[in-house]
């Protein structure tokens, strides 16, 4: 599967999100990762569907969505209308995970469930037929600039393989923290092939750079 690299808007600048969201188009960026935090699921706050919608017209690349909020049943819906492509909930987050990613696919958009580091992934083999994309947490949800977990790379091998045993290899393994050219290497190794990076791109002298040296 080809490598695809989905910057974090979360370490953006905030001020001016629309031209974050254009800046990484014209730097070659495959999608656009839209980190949405509750205050609840995770201690820390940040946007909801008014600004995805505010900067959807700002490119055409698709956003990836990424909810870590509580009851996400609730709300999917908003998302998808405000621009989502694809949805992630968290499993940790949803009392009845399949209906929730039902729901997001049969909204028309692409489905994803996301693991917490401490999370088994023993549900994994009974909602394949139900995910277009499993996000494995490298960091503990909630902030950007944390350090790379390196027990994660385990769980991408163990996800990999049971994707392929179950003849599902166009599942996405989607990996998300602390992730820089040397952890992406790794991840790719074991699996993954959807790089979210927020610090590694942002920190670089200009995103066009960060994202060329994930490349
Ligand atoms: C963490 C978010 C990440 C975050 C990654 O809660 O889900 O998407 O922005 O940031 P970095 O790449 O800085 O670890
Ligand atoms: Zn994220």
Known sequence: MPIQIAPSILSGDFANMGQTVKALDLAGADMIHIDVMDGRFVPNLTFGPPLIAAIREYTSLPF????????????????????????????????????TLALIRDAGVKAGVAFNPATAVDALPYILDDVDLVLVMTVNPGFGGQSFLAPMLHKMRAVRQMLRDRGRDQTHIEVDGGINDRTAKQCIAAGADVLVAGSHVFSAPTVAQGIASLR
């Open 64 to 99: 990836d969505v990424h909810l870590m909020i509580a009851e996400p049943e609730r709300s999917v819906a908003d998302y998808i209308k405000a621009g989502a492509d694809r949805v992630t909930v968290h499993a940790e987050a949803c009392l009845h995970l399949q209906r």
